[in-house]
């Protein structure tokens, strides 16, 4: 077996929701469900990465990311903003004030900004 085998079998079983390549564009409610499992699979990475694991901390930032780059493509607004919302979820598990803030400002359903509030009041100080 070369290295070029060994590679591909630690590739396999390393391989994270947020790296895996998504064949073809998502409608809504399959980028709102990727988007879910993303946040899901990566809650471990954000408390890590709260307590500067930088291991997790890289995680963390790549999940967030494609987990942003996915919910800019959700066109029906209050999906999206639901979407963005479980980033924001994310992003202050991991102590990461300053994206949740942007993401935040970009939710546009009051009551979702209302229930983020709530939930995070450290996030408008």
């Given at each position: ?5 060994m590679?591909w ?6 391989a ?22 993303i946040?899901e ?11 500067n ?8 930032e ?6 942003m780059?996915?919910?800019?493509k ?5 999906m ?18 300053k994206?949740?803030q ?10 979702i ?8 009041p450290?996030?408008?100080q």
């Amino acid at each position: 077996m070369g290295g070029g085998a060994m590679k591909w079998f630690a590739r396999q079983n390393a391989a994270d929701i947020w790296d895996e390549t998504i064949e073809g564009p998502l409608g809504d409610i399959e980028a709102a469900a990727r988007i879910r499992a993303i946040c899901e699979a990566a809650a471990t990475s954000a408390a890590g990465s709260a307590r500067n694991d930088k291991r997790e901390s890289g995680r963390y930032e790549r999940a967030a990311k494609v987990a942003m780059e996915i919910a800019m493509k959700i066109s029906d607004g209050l999906m999206r903003d639901d979407a963005v919302h479980r980033i924001v979820d994310l992003c202050m598990m991991a102590n990461d004030l300053k994206t949740a803030q942007i993401l935040f400002r970009a939710i546009h359903a009051s009551w979702i900004r209302e229930t983020i509030q709530r939930d995070h009041p450290t996030l408008l100080q």
